[in-house]
T-cell receptor
Framework: AQTVTQSQPEMSVQEAETVTLSCTYD???????LFWYKQPPSRQMILVIR??????QNATENRFSVNFQKAAKSFSLKISDSQLGDTAMYFC????????????FGQGTRLTINP | ETGVTQTPRHLVMGMTNKKSLKCEQH?????MYWYKQSAKKPLELMFV???????ENNSVPSRFSPECPNSSHLFLHLHTLQPEDSALYLC?????????????FGSGTRLTVV
């Protein structure tokens, strides 16, 4: 079975600091897709960044980047120069194979950016 | 606003009531999903629809009845619910065969069963 694990239920950093959220996953497939979603208090789940497993290069979207370690099945999210608007729940998620439609989520990490 | 609209935003219902949740998207997506988000639990996939046909039912109790009349609309009919069904219900959609680019989610319906 495919699983996603986020071991940090809560994190808190000061504004402008860099923070890294951890995620590990398990799948037996070779081609799969990983995502980080952000859920602010408005409840809307917003896609932050995605990574294809067959790509070795780590994905980057402005202040957000990932450290994808395929052998270790690790997919961490780094937020640089954190802003107050980054305060949200962050979910790591997996589509376990090319044809799959099931997006498997981790438990989430509540991130608070303090002024 | 992402393009996926869910109504109502909040719903309180008794265990004997019948109510429906509505999800609407005009993104041209042909796949739609219902997820349940409970406190301190990962999001749980409930149902998947592709081109109006249900393709996955993740062992959901029959007191939850989905309906997809067309590719733009998805409903979740609720009846005889239990207090443990209280949760945030999220709808999502994705383009056909391009779900690997990620889903688009609505803001959810916060359901409280009393």
């Amino acid at each position: 079975a495919q699983t996603v694990t986020q071991s940090q239920p809560e994190m808190s950093v000061q504004e402008a600091e860099t923070v890294t959220l951890s995620c590990t996953y398990d799948t037996s497939e070779n081609n799969y897709y990983l995502f980080w979603y952000k859920q602010p208090p408005s409840r809307q789940m917003i896609l932050v960044i995605r990574q294809e497993a067959y790509k070795q290069q780590n994905a980057t979207e402005n202040r957000f980047s990932v450290n994808f370690q395929k052998a270790a099945k690790s997919f961490s999210l780094k937020i640089s120069d954190s802003q107050l608007g980054d305060t949200a729940m962050y979910f790591c998620a997996l589509i376990p194979s090319e044809g799959a439609q099931k997006l498997v989520f981790g438990q989430g990490t509540r991130l608070t950016i303090n002024p | 606003e992402t393009g996926v609209t869910q109504t109502p935003r909040h719903l309180v219902m008794g265990m004997t009531n019948k109510k429906s949740l509505k999800c609407e998207q005009h993104l041209g997506h042909n796949a739609m999903y219902w997820y349940k988000q409970s406190a301190k639990k990962p999001l749980e996939l409930m149902f998947v629809y592709n081109f109006k046909e249900q393709t996955e039912n993740n062992s959901v109790p029959s007191r939850f009845s989905p309906e997809c009349p067309n590719s733009s609309h998805l409903f979740l009919h609720l009846h005889t619910l239990q207090p443990e069904d209280s949760a945030l219900y999220l709808c999502a959609s994705s383009p056909p065969r391009k779900q690997v680019y990620g889903y688009t989610f609505g803001s959810g319906t916060r359901l409280t069963v009393v």
